[in-house]
């Protein structure tokens, strides 16, 4: 009895980490999908994965002191107004530091979110591999390679990274059609 309980256990070890590739894919994500489709997030950590292969929780909506401190300031120039905001210290936010600054054109999605394809794809190093979304978040769709800034709350979605936050709902939310922004590190 004991063999067939070790032999029990052993199977759903090595079939944990095979759970996540059962779902059959289309074919990479078009620019016609929702960047932000809801999902229901993961019922434990351990179904929760990183980049890095490893298991994380979902991360704390408010930033702590320490990592607010970490955060670097930001500028969104967008419609003759100037919107200040902050990019978290994480991999993928420290990515996009590096390629500021950009001018980037955005489009609205969903009624819910701004979003803008990005140059070049940005690090994923260590980050989970979904989270949700608040209003006035900055974030990344690793998909389809895109910016977002949200202006409604969505759900969470695998392949969403919250990057940081922006301060003026209205500057972004308010912006009809396509239109530009300029994002730079502030002065």
């Not at 993928?92 to 530091?97: K, N």
């Not at 979904?130 to 209003?135: M, T």
């Amino acid at each position: 009895m004991h063999l067939k309980t070790l032999a029990l256990a052993a199977m759903c070890v090595l079939a944990l980490p095979l759970a996540g590739c059962s779902t059959p894919s289309n074919g990479p994500a078009s620019t016609t999908e929702p960047p932000s489709s809801t999902t229901e997030p993961p019922s434990s950590p351990l179904e929760t994965s990183t980049a890095a292969g490893g298991s994380s929780s979902q991360p704390s909506p408010v930033p702590s002191s320490a990592a607010a401190a970490d955060s670097t300031p930001i500028t969104i120039d967008v419609g003759g107004e100037t919107v200040t905001g902050t990019l978290s210290s994480n991999a993928t936010a420290r990515s996009l530091i590096g390629q500021l600054p950009l001018t980037l054109s955005f489009r609205d999605y969903g009624g819910q979110e701004k979003i803008a394809e990005l140059p070049e794809a940005l690090s994923l190093d260590g980050v989970p591999a979904g989270d949700s979304a608040e209003p006035l978040a900055i974030g990344y769709y690793a998909p389809d390679q895109a910016l977002v800034l949200y202006y409604e709350g969505v759900g969470y979605s695998r392949g969403i990274v919250r990057i940081g936050s922006f301060d003026d709902l209205a500057a972004i939310r308010d912006q009809t059609g396509s239109f530009t922004a300029r994002l730079a590190p502030a002065n």
